[in-house]
């Protein structure tokens, strides 16, 4: 049952990590990036590195994964979207981009696999590094990495909220986010923003997968068979809100990891591959049923409570006047 | 007798061309003219090579007399068992052939339309994740359940052309394929001429002012979907037929959804002389590679196909930077005018 | 009005942009300057061979039909838009090819004529994003009228209110220079007149330069002391406003009068 626990929490915290990111990205370019997973899988292998290549720490990976998973995710922005969005390119055409960088870093992550076992003979496909974590309480007791994913998770729904909504530049940020070109005759830097924007999202991303080698396992493939996970959290949740992420992954990671050992019980072992299909469903049912996410029931009453208001303010005034793009 | 290496490669080069045509084209029927993404393309290949692995199983059934064999149990002496029977009733072959087309037909269009339901009035983004899903799960389901195709070991089916001798067998396969990617050209460049391919690139290009027209986009879509579902099978079951076998672990997303994007976007978009253009190019560039690639191998130290994706992802995104709208631009259409006559 | 003074910072405590300014006003030149101006977007071209001039401590008026390219002028004035010939010189110095980003430090603010505020920022926010969170609540000295509502979001605003934060939001760089595009534009007529004495205070108080686009003419001509005419990317009269509403030729063609 312990196991169900750690299993089901740490999954989801790390999933409602990668949404966080994805969701991140999504809001500031507007293009649900398909290659956001080999980020995280980048950061499986640098923990892969430091800890059986370099025999250092598991958990020093956790820096420099955020820093080469946050630079890659950077060059992708700048070597890439930018550059296609200064073009005018269309939408399909940067989704397809996405799509590209995802297939191009799918080699670059195998040949790294192929490269790190054949140079140093290290097992670097289906590999996991829980026995080098330390648990608390000896055997069977906590794992530091437990820990270590809760209080990431934590940090990050807090920092985010400090960040955004106690600093000037998260203020800039969220109106960057907003209205981009009013940002820019306002003298905010948009540029700058963004970039760290992608740099924080691919960097979180590689804590992730750091998290998820030390209690699942590492390899390439993930990348693909999670994609649809992340996704299906960040819809869930309301593709274009960071708190809706959070709480979309979270509550597909804890239904995909309970429902299949339920599944398990009801009708065995054979449903284990089918997996995937339970976020899958969750996506469907949301695009179905409310599509925007489950944010949308509290930015819906929110957004009602803000035009009563507005009317109440221009009835004060006794003017009427035009609609100007207001809640668009 | 055995085949000239120049033939084998010549042949077998039609057999592959022919089958990424017609895959191609429906897919440039669906991103090209209707502009739905379909990062999904894999699902109806996977369906029709699926149909092709398990129909003329349960057709020569009713036939043969399999004796307590299985399929994919008793896969290759079923499979010898069947192919023996092929080459003494060649006329047995018709039959079965078609009647799998027209299941495969109906298997691809239904998931076709299946696909598109949840997010086909949302946003182009919200489908391309929803199809890319539909995609992973029959990968998903082939490689696992194992009674459909072998999972993940895949399995042998008869050999449609087994009453041939063996050197005109090769040869005449290519041959079928390809008549069969050239009647579906004709057919989809003749579809894409008409008032409705008008119709579809109005759909893509603007939802809002086809609405206004009071032409419902959303049918149209659906439509589209379903016929590029059906194409695509067809697809599926050529390149099945063509190999021989089918093993689910092969229908990646690499070569059946992003190798065809890779084709018509470099080829020329909404345009059906690039696409023809993009598959044969690629096919060509393909084959060459493969055939060179033993010289590489065990030189790197990793696997050469790695070097695929490595490839086809970084030259997808240079042309998207470099020449968005591929060798073959799409061009204004002479389309026929609505009224008859 | 110390305060206020405070609030732009004042002529003495800005930087290099209004000494030049100063000079180059003494010198017998203007502060914006623009000579046979061709720009649009892109491809399109939507000013041909226009010459335009206004001071400081003078309120500039562009009027003209939909599609006569007025708010393109002012776009180009910040950057906005693509120059293909011609010149723009501002406080003295060349700006022509100066990108959005950089033509705030030339002492020149702009405020757009639709969403120019952060709908889902609070007004605060909205301050600090172009303030710095210290300077945000002396930004509002000029606006008492805004203090109420200091902590809702933007979006809970009446259009009059919301133009009021637009321009504090603008005044926060202490310009030397301020186009407005259209800013009465969806007001009712009360709300107009506030925002109108407002430029004309600010004006007033700190002898900035001040071009407006404005839809209304007569409106503008009774608020301005320069006006220029524009039809199809061209400029038809430019000037002092008086004789243009006498002009009944122009009157009938251009504005409809």
């Not at chain 1, 990111?21 to 892969?48: C, D, Q």
């Not at chain 3, 609030?7 to 180059?24: I, K, M, Q, T």
């Not at chain 3, 017998?28 to 400081?56: M, P, R, T, W």
């Not at chain 3, 939001?169 to 407002?198: C, G, Q, R, W, Y």
Request: proline content about 4%; some cysteine; charged content about 15%.
């Amino acid at each position: 049952m312990t196991i169900i626990l750690f299993d089901g929490l740490i999954y989801a915290s790390v999933l409602a990590v990668l949404c966080v990111g994805l969701s991140l990205t999504y809001k500031i370019t507007s293009v649900p990036n398909f290659a956001h997973t080999s980020f995280a899988i980048l950061g499986m292998y640098m923990a892969l590195i430091m800890s059986k290549v370099l025999g250092m720490s598991v958990y020093l990976a956790l820096p420099v994964a955020f820093a080469a998973s946050g630079a890659l995710a950077l060059f992708m922005y700048y070597g890439i979207i930018r550059i296609l969005q200064k073009k005018k390119s269309s939408l399909i055409s940067l989704i397809i981009a996405t799509l590209a960088f995802d297939m191009f870093m799918i080699g670059v992550l195998n040949i790294i696999a192929d490269g790190i076992r054949n140079t140093y003979q290290v097992n670097s496909r289906d590999f996991t590094l829980r026995s080098l974590d330390i648990v608390i309480g000896g055997d069977g007791g906590l794992p530091l990495v437990f820990i270590v994913t809760m209080v990431l998770l934590a940090g990050l729904a807090f920092g985010l909220y400090y960040l955004l909504y106690r600093t000037s530049f998260g203020m800039s940020m969220r109106g960057a986010i907003e209205n981009e070109s009013l940002a820019q005759t306002l003298g905010i830097n948009t540029r700058t923003i963004f970039c760290f924007a992608w740099f924080l999202s691919g960097g979180l991303a590689g804590m992730a997968g750091v998290l998820m080698s030390m209690w699942f396992q590492g390899d390439p493939s993930l990348a693909a068979i999670m994609l649809p996970s992340i996704f299906a959290g960040s819809i869930v949740g309301g593709f274009s809100s960071v708190y809706g992420a959070i709480l979309g992954g979270l509550l597909v990671g804890i239904s995909e990891v309970v429902g299949t050992s339920v599944l398990i019980d009801l009708l065995g072992y054979w449903v284990i591959p089918y997996r995937p299909v339970i976020p899958f469903i969750a996506m469907i049912v949301t695009l179905l049923v409310l599509p925007g996410g489950l944010i949308q029931l509290i930015t819906k009453y929110k957004k009602r409570k803000n035009i009563t208001m507005k009317k109440a303010e221009e009835e004060k005034e006794g003017s009427k006047e035009e609609e100007d793009g207001v809640g668009a | 007798m055995a085949l000239d290496p120049a033939v084998i490669f010549i042949g077998d080069l039609v057999a592959i061309f022919s089958v990424y045509l017609i895959i191609n084209l429906s897919l440039n029927l669906e991103f090209g003219f209707a502009g739905v993404p379909n990062f999904g393309k894999v699902l109806a290949v996977a369906a029709g090579a699926f149909v092709m692995g398990t129909i003329p199983f349960m057709m020569f059934g009713i036939l043969v007399d399999y004796g307590g064999l299985e399929p994919v149990d008793d896969n290759i002496m079923l499979v010898h068992q069947i192919n023996a029977y092929i080459s003494a009733h060649p006329e047995s072959v018709l039959g079965v052939f078609v009647v799998t087309l027209i299941v495969a037909v109906a298997v691809g269009g239904l998931l076709g339309l299946a696909s598109a339901y949840p997010a086909i009035r949302l946003r182009g983004d919200y489908l391309a994740i929803t199809l890319l899903g539909f995609g992973e799960i029959i990968r998903i389901v082939g490689i696992n359940h194992t009674p459909l195709v072998g999972g993940t070991l895949g399995i042998s089916i008869p050999d449609m052309l087994a009453f041939m001798p063996n050197e005109y067998r090769f040869l005449t396969a290519s041959f079928v394929l390809l008549a069969f990617a050239g009647v579906i050209y004709l057919l989809v460049a003749r579809f894409t001429k008409s008032p409705v391919g008008r119709l579809l690139r109005a759909t893509r290009d603007d939802d809002l002012a086809l609405q206004t027209l009071g032409r419902d986009h959303v049918k149209i879509k659906f439509k589209v979907m379903m016929l590029a579902g059906m194409l695509g099978a067809v697809g599926g079951v050529m390149y099945a037929s063509y190999v021989e076998g089918v093993v689910a672990f092969g229908y990646d997303r690499l070569n059946w959804t992003f190798l065809p994007f890779v084709m018509i976007i470099v080829g020329g978009m909404a345009n059906n002389k690039g696409v023809l253009v993009g598959t044969l190019l690629f096919v060509a560039i393909r084959k060459l590679v493969i055939y060179y690639n033993d010289s590489l191998d065990g030189l790197l130290p990793f696997d050469i196909i790695w070097l695929d994706y490595l490839a086809l992802g970084g030259l997808m995104i240079l042309v998207l930077i470099f020449r968005p709208h591929g060798i073959l631009p799409e061009r204004p259409q002479k389309t026929e005018s609505l009224e008859k006559g | 009005m110390a305060s206020s003074r405070n609030a732009l910072g004042g002529s003495s405590s800005d930087s290099g942009s209004s000494g030049r300014s100063g000079s180059s006003n003494n010198g017998g030149g203007h502060a914006i300057e623009i000579k046979d101006l061709a720009c649009g977007y892109g491809k399109n071209q939507v000013l041909h061979g226009v010459d335009f001039s206004a001071d400081l401590s003078k309120i500039t008026a562009i009027v003209g039909s939909n599609g006569s390219g007025k708010s393109t002028l002012l776009k180009a004035l910040f950057g906005l838009c693509d120059v293909k010939s011609g010149s723009i010189q501002a406080l003295g110095r060349d700006i022509t090819h100066i990108p959005t980003h950089a033509i705030l430090n030339y002492g020149i603010s702009y405020m757009a004529q639709r969403k120019n505020v952060f709908q889902d920022l609070t007004l605060r926010e909205n301050l600090a994003v172009v303030a710095g969170r210290q300077r945000a609540d002396r930004a509002m000295d000029h606006f008492p009228e805004l203090l109420p509502f200091l902590d809702r979001p933007a979006v809970t605003l009446s259009g009059g209110q919301r133009q009021l934060l637009a321009m504090a939001m603008i005044l926060v760089h202490n310009p030397k220079i301020m186009l407005f595009d259209e800013p009465t534009a969806a007001l009712s007529p009360k709300n107009a007149d506030i925002i109108i004495e407002k430029i004309k205070n600010l004006n007033a108080e700190h002898d900035n330069c001040i071009v407006l686009v404005e839809q209304n003419v007569k409106y503008a001509l009774r608020n301005c002391d320069k006006v220029y005419l524009l039809a199809s990317g061209h400029v038809v009269y430019g000037g002092d406003p008086e004789p243009l509403l006498n002009d009944k030729d122009l009157a009938s063609k251009y504005l409809g009068m």
